[in-house]
């Protein structure tokens, strides 16, 4: 069975729903889709550290549309792994794990690996929104689009813009 | 550079130390060596689940004796990762990153891994006193010596008794 490492900020969680949000209430306004993209998220939001350092940041970050049925449906037919480099944000390691266990219950304390670097992970696929961990990897790569990655050449990695696009991807 | 993934629990955190004492407070009697030697830590101390998930089970652990220096001494020379099967006990999470940043503060959060199973890890070399996690590993396997896998036929892996051990084996 093949193992697949699926990322959980911005390819389950939608962080920059949070971003947005946080940065409306400290700024008064709501970035566009314009001003977001091709920006890494430190450009777009200034004091993203602050937000993601914020007390229920992450718990409270919606789930992004589609994930949970494909992840699902995955889930029974590859070893799944969702592997989060959680480790930058040490607050964030109970809110993950309880996110996950909300949205996923059907994940296992044995599928959850929160880390630092990826160049740990052993999986034949991982699925990811940051070049940063894609790059490093020597198997199968996919590029989930974000708005700090939208412009960005993939390189050798294959994008996906929904979860849709994984499902027929991987569950074909 | 080669990869070392390090357990935590029984491999730098002296947990049989927090066994003995919490089964002492309760029962009112210190294990001998004898009678742990050989026996899975559920059967050497009925209670056991009860202490791992007690508040400060992991924060107050004592350090194994010798992997300090030993492992500060590996960080030169190796891509040192610290995985730890914190993902069973969710309330470790925080304890255990604040213990590895009080015990080991040259360790950097992005060579922390608190996984489930450790099948995803890929690294060169595993140290581990379990052998659910070495038996599945493809690189080289160091077994670190706990009362209840002393008694085991090593298989194919290397046992060492002590951190001094380990110093001889990788840094000579």
Redesign the interface.
């Known amino acids: 069975m093949k ?1 697949i ?1 699926i990322d959980m900020d911005g390819v389950l969680a939608n962080v920059y729903g949070q971003f947005l949000k946080m940065h409306a209430a400290e700024f008064g306004n709501v970035l566009t889709l314009e001003e977001m993209t091709g920006r890494p998220e430190h450009v777009a939001f200034p004091n993203v550290y602050k937000y993601v350092n914020s007390a229920g940041f992450f718990r409270t970050a919606p789930v992004i549309v589609g994930c949970q049925e494909v992840v699902r449906k995955l889930n029974d037919q590859y ?1 799944i ?1 969702i ?1 989060s480099a ?3 944000f ?1 607050n964030s ?2 809110e993950k ?1 309880d996110w996950l266990n909300e949205h996923f219950p059907f994940i ?10 990826k ?5 034949d696929i991982m699925i990811d929104d940051h070049f940063k961990n894609l790059n490093f990897f020597t198997g199968e790569t996919i590029l989930f689009t974000q708005p700090h990655n939208k412009l960005a050449d993939t390189l050798h990695h294959k994008r996906v813009d929904t979860w849709e696009e994984i499902e027929a991807l991987l569950l074909s």
């Open positions: 193992r490492s070893k792994f592997v959680a480790m930058e040490p390691l109970t794990h296992t304390w044995q599928q959850m690996v929160f880390c630092g670097s160049e740990i992970i052993k999986a």
